[in-house]
């Protein structure tokens, strides 16, 4: 599965891109692609929070969504935290 992970915003302002390819497992996969295609609720207004905009593509399409810090999905998190540690 191949991933594109743009975060922008924050009190800096510096935005963070993550591109790559990871092998998953077809439930793993399942779950990512779940995560994205959810439609989150927006409780909050966040000032210098950050935008993620999430993007998955494999070979049964591309998958792709929005978050910020108050709706992003525990998976999605997990997923960002270890590409940012680079255990994937």
Do not use: C
């Amino acid at each position: 599965m191949k991933y594109d992970i743009n975060i922008e915003g924050g009190f800096t302002a510096i935005p963070k891109r993550f591109e790559g390819e990871v092998k998953l497992g077809k439930d793993e996969e399942k779950e990512m692609r779940e995560a994205v295609s959810v439609t989150q609720q927006d409780n909050s207004q966040l000032r210098d929070g950050f935008t993620y905009t999430v993007k998955f593509t494999d070979e049964d399409g591309i998958y792709e969504s929005q978050f910020n810090e108050s709706n992003l999905p525990k998976k999605i998190r997990h997923f960002i935290t270890d590409i940012q540690k680079g255990n994937n």
